[in-house]
């Protein structure tokens, strides 16, 4: 039901299918669509955000690395053409070049008209994208504001951002 009103999950920890393939992951995303050329159209736009996932299409998903199964648990998430896409941690364990990645992606996601909602525990990151922003503490959001003003404010500065 919740898919079905625009919402796709991405959750911390991926959740991919590990026995399945990569195509077959992508596939349940859209478990809910009948329109085959347009689920089609999606899958190849999720190859064409993350490459490595069509040259391993027929792969495992359990044999990917963390950064992969990331980029899966996204384009899963992406497949039934969510209204607000909802990412919980996606750069949780990854390496600085593939969180890189995935921030890119967020980026270019929100940038093509994509509505997130980011929890993110880098905070640099999180802020540089966001349009609002919350700060959080022991469950209550404690500030809120614009992604630059948080970024620019002290308290959150010194903080969340190891600054001085």
């Known amino acids: 039901r919740i898919v079905a009103l625009g919402l796709a999950h991405s959750p911390e920890g991926r959740h991919i299918f ?9 596939q349940l995303g859209a478990f809910l669509r009948k329109d085959t050329e347009g689920i089609a159209k999606d899958i190849r736009r999720v190859y ?7 040259e391993r299409a ?4 359990g044999t990917l690395s963390g950064g992969e199964q ?9 497949m039934s053409r969510p209204k607000l896409l909802m990412l919980d941690e996606p750069s949780m364990g990854l ?7 995935i921030m ?20 640099r990151a999180a802020l540089s994208l966001a349009d ?12 809120s504001g614009t992604g630059a003003d948080l970024l620019h404010d002290e308290s959150v500065r010194k903080a969340y951002l190891g600054e001085d």
């Open 95 to 101: 390496s600085p070049i593939m969180m890189q990645k």
């Open 70 to 78: 990331q980029m899966l648990a996204m384009g899963r998430a992406l």
């Open 132 to 143: 609002r922003g919350h700060v959080m503490e022991i469950g209550k959001i404690v500030l």
């Open 48 to 54: 064409d955000l993350f490459p490595i996932l069509g």
């Open 104 to 123: 890119a992606t967020i980026a270019e996601l929100k940038a093509s008209g994509t509505t997130i909602l980011l929890v993110e525990q880098n905070a």
């Open 18 to 26: 590990p026995r399945l393939t990569i195509a077959e992951n992508l």
């Open 58 to 61: 027929r792969q495992a998903a």
